[in-house]
């Protein structure tokens, strides 16, 4: 005996497959589609279906851009500063940085951090075009944007090494406590690196 139409079984079947999303929330989703306005599954089904086709790459930075497009606008832009590059591990990592309105320079996405244990080598990521990079544009610095997990880390140390004695500048995001997080709270990991990072007042 079936209890939910085949129909919407599917859809909440569909949802499930979300990193992130339960059986709960997936019937939440379902059931939101069926019970508001007709073109809403349209339109979600329409953008999905057009999602792999108008996404390309960008061919220097590996950021997500318009299909058919080579080069990420924030590349080409001649306010940008090409010789400073912020290295992130996702395409969204750009997003978030650029949120902040604070940085100028260029982005280089990864495509992951390595990790022997998900079966991601150096190789399979974007490290050797940023390499190349840093010799065609003639970068000064290089910001290690990823994060602070183990993979971050020996991500950001492996591309250290690669870098090698070029005339770059190696920096990393500063780590530490939040704003308006009580000391008492922060983990141990937070403390140590707001510690060693600390500041002149």
Known sequence: MTILPPALQDVIDAFGLLPGVGPRTAERYA???????????????????????GIG???????????GQELSDLYTDPRRDKTIIAVVAEPFD??????TGQFK?????LGGLVSPIDGISPEQLHINELVQRIDEDKVQEIILATNAS????????????QIGDRPVKVTRLARGLPIGVDLEYADQITLSSAL???QTF
């Open 94 to 99: 750009v997003v978030a940085l650029e949120k």
């Open 196 to 198: 060693e990072g600390r």
């Open 105 to 109: 320079g260029t982005y280089h996405v």
């Open 57 to 67: 790459y960008c061919k220097k930075t590996f950021a997500l851009v318009p299909a």
């Open 150 to 161: 183990v993979e971050g880390q020996s991500t950001a140390l492996y591309i250290q090494q």
């Open 31 to 53: 059931y939101y589609l069926v019970r508001h306005a007709s073109d809403s599954p349209q339109k979600i089904a329409a953008a999905m279906q057009g999602l792999h086709g």
